[in-house]
T-cell receptor
Framework: EAGVVQSPRYKIIEKKQPVAFWCNPI?????LYWYRQNLGQGPELLIR????????DSQLPKDRFSAERLKGVDSTLKIQPAELGDSAVYLC???????????FGPGTRLTVL | QKEVEQDPGPLSVPEGAIVSLNCTYS??????FMWYRQYSRKGPELLMY????GNKEDGRFTAQVDKSSKYISLFIRDSQPSDSATYLC?????????FGQGTTLQVKP
């Protein structure tokens, strides 16, 4: 069974540029999560989807971050414009339903110059 | 103060040593306690999951929870170089996973 797929794996951009990350969860997993992991820190939840509905986006900086999961399967996280402090690893995870074990993808490592 | 505190290490031990990793937490509402392992350039993977106070054993790994002290531990017996990774404790609050900052472990052959 394929795991959570994320692309790109690495991204280097200049500040003020836009960037987008893509995630394809494990087949059949209804819940999808986006986390941000700063260097030397644990992951922090940005947004949680139940199917196509964002049920917890309280930690998403809505002035520059947006996310979508239009058909309740794959998802895109966007930052526009990027700031230096956005440099981090962006992890996607999925679970069969909320409260079940979360399976993480390998993450996208973003560097903002 | 963070809800979950974890000593970041790094921790370096010789192969075969017993390793003790610890976390403290402040929110008594936490009920589910997990340990994740994260290899370099990879996402975290669930290692152990406990609910109640006490010990849970799985092979060389033992998870311990003391709710009265708000303290959890992970013990690794007979540590192997392949155990070298970052270990993250995590707890669930209102359906949300709250992670510690992770402890980096290196097991030297």
């Amino acid at each position: 069974e394929a795991g959570v797929v994320q692309s790109p794996r690495y991204k280097i951009i200049e500040k003020k540029q836009p960037v987008a990350f893509w995630c394809n969860p494990i087949s059949g997993h209804n819940t999808l999560y986006w986390y941000r992991q700063n260097l030397g820190q644990g992951p922090e939840l940005l947004i949680r989807y139940e199917n196509e509905e964002a049920v917890d986006d309280s930690q998403l900086p809505k002035d520059r971050f947006s996310a979508e999961r239009l058909k309740g399967v794959d998802s895109t996280l966007k930052i526009q414009p990027a700031e230096l402090g956005d440099s981090a690893v962006y992890l996607c995870a999925s679970s069969i339903s909320s409260g079940n074990e979360q399976f993480f993808g390998p993450g996208t490592r973003l560097t903002v110059l | 103060q963070k809800e979950v505190e974890q000593d970041p290490g790094p921790l370096s031990v010789p192969e075969g040593a017993i390793v003790s990793l610890n976390c403290t937490y402040s929110n008594s509402a936490f009920q589910y306690f997990m340990w994740y392992r994260q290899y370099s350039r990879k996402g975290p993977e669930l290692l152990m999951y406990t609910y109640s106070s006490g010990n849970k054993e799985d092979g060389r790994f033992t998870a311990q929870v003391d709710k009265s002290s708000k303290y959890i531990s992970l013990f690794i017996r007979d540590s192997q170089p392949s155990d070298s990774a970052t270990y993250l404790c995590a707890m669930i609050n209102t359906g949300k996973l709250i992670f510690g900052q992770g402890t980096t472990l290196q097991v030297k052959p």
